[in-house]
């Protein structure tokens, strides 16, 4: 009875071990893992989205290495168009890849 006890006392350890594992492992990818430019897109395109409908919309599938002051980061370039009182508007943005927030956005009349 004693060699089934130590086998079954290690065979929990184990489980408990690999479980937890398993659970930091997912959490750090998860952190870790940057947002497609897809869902950067559908984030902005929501809220522009609030104040009236979008004309068109584009997002650079290239991350670009970037720099304010001291914080380094990537992010992605993107633009949105919409009709404001009968005249296209073009808004240019830079999104962080990490989180989708946008770090600049300049309105450009056509």
Known sequence: MGKLSDFSRG???GSAVGLVGGIAG???YQKNQNLSPDEILNQIKKAFLEEGPIEGSWISF???PLRKFAVRMNGVEGGITRLEDGKLVAYEFLADVKTGAVLTIDRLAL
């Open 62 to 64: 290239e991350t670009k």
């Open 26 to 28: 997912s959490y750090w």
């Open 11 to 13: 065979l929990a350890i």
